[in-house]
């Protein structure tokens, strides 16, 4: 069964410096991961996804996320954040056996302060 | 919300009435998912569609029913709602890229939500 750990609840970070939320899996296969971020009463919208390739994804927004298949690790990060960054952020993962849906942690707030 | 809506969007309702919650799809995407949301719990799956007349229970199906009749509804419906199904849904969908073998790289694509109420 593959299943997706997020450490923090909540994350605060100050204006301007850079942000990493956290994000662990466990998955039969090579992994197929995403990060999802949510604002307050929105759907959840996509921000990017590692399949293969390079281990550093670059997606929307300025965020990125650093896989690392030793530590079963997928880490967002932004080198500056924004005010506007504030919100809920999840990880999800699916594995490679078949179409299976994804797998989401439970999620962390994140919060900029100005 | 990439052409996906969900109705209605607020329901308020006593336990033990049956609910219906619709998502309405224009993209055309082969798959379709139903999850709750709630505090603590992140996004749990309730059931999924793989085609028109296709589903599957996910994490969270007891006391849910689902039924897809053509490519873009999808329906979930609470038998009799309880108080511990209020919560927050909501409908996404994904699709597969040409070629085959690659529905694992799809990203879903998530519709606003329906906030149920059961008192």
């Known amino acids: 069964a593959q299943s997706v750990a997020q450490p923090e609840d909540q994350v605060n970070v100050a204006e301007g410096n850079p942000l990493t939320v956290k994000c662990t899996y466990s998955v039969s296969g090579n992994p197929y991961l995403f990060w999802y971020v949510q604002y307050p009463n929105r759907g959840l919208q996509f921000l990017l996804k590692y399949i293969t390739g390079d281990n550093l994804v670059k997606g929307s927004y300025g965020f990125e996320a650093e896989f690392n298949k030793s530590q079963t690790s997928f880490h967002l990060k932004k080198p500056s954040a924004l005010v506007s960054d504030s919100a809920l952020y999840f990880c999800?993962?699916?594995?490679?056996?078949?179409?299976?849906?994804?797998?989401f942690g439970k999620g962390t707030r994140l919060s900029v302060i100005a | 919300d990439a052409g996906i809506t969900q109705s209605p969007r607020h329901k308020v309702t006593e336990t033990g009435t049956p609910v219906t919650l619709r998502c309405h799809q224009t993209?055309?995407?082969?798959?379709m998912y139903w999850y709750r949301q709630d505090p603590g719990h992140g996004l749990r799956l309730i059931h999924y569609?793989?085609?028109?007349?296709?589903?599957d229970k996910g994490e969270v199906s007891d006391g849910y029913s689902v039924s897809r009749s053509k490519t873009e509804d999808f329906l979930l419906t609470l038998e009799s709602a309880t108080s511990s199904q209020t919560s927050v849904y909501f409908c996404a969908i994904s699709d597969a890229r040409p070629g085959g073998g690659v529905e694992a790289y799809n990203e879903q694509f998530f519709g606003p939500g329906t906030r149920l109420t059961v008192l």
């Open positions: 999800a993962v699916r594995g490679s056996a078949g179409n299976t849906p994804l797998v």
């Open positions: 569609s793989y085609g028109v007349k296709d589903t």
């Open positions: 993209e055309n995407h082969r798959y």
